[in-house]
């Protein structure tokens, strides 16, 4: 699953996932959707932007790990700062991308957390 506030982000993701074999099962544009559609849909991973409207990635983490402890979440955002990326993993993210993406490291990333 691809949450990501800009539709052109979402779209870029799906691309570089889809081209090298993964399928995406839903989208949501904002932490609160993605909490919803996560419970519905059960992803195997979910790559999530950090900044976004009505419920960031980090809240959005929170609650999708406290609602499913094996939860494999990936955060990307614009801003490689330090203390988002460590509040992201102990906030149970399993890694952290940086956009602009590079295919390669967004490949590498999602598939080292589905093993």
């Excluded at 839903?26 to 976004?52: F, H, R, S, W």
């Excluded at 991308?97 to 590498?108: C, G, L, N």
Aim: with cysteine; net charge negative; charged share 25%.
């Amino acid at each position: 699953m691809i949450v990501d506030d800009a539709a052109f982000m979402r779209m870029m993701l799906k691309d570089i996932l889809t081209k090298n074999g993964f399928t995406v099962i839903g989208e949501a544009e904002n932490g609160a959707v993605a909490v919803e559609k996560y419970l519905e849909l059960q992803p195997d991973l979910t790559v999530m932007d950090i900044t976004m409207p009505e419920m960031d990635g980090l809240q959005a983490v929170k609650e999708i790990c406290k609602r499913d402890s094996k939860a494999r979440v990936i955060m990307c955002s614009a801003m490689g700062q330090q203390s988002m990326v460590i509040e992201a993993i102990q906030s149970g993210a399993k890694d952290f991308i940086v956009k602009p993406f590079q295919a390669d490291r967004v490949v590498e990333a999602v598939t080292k957390a589905l093993k």
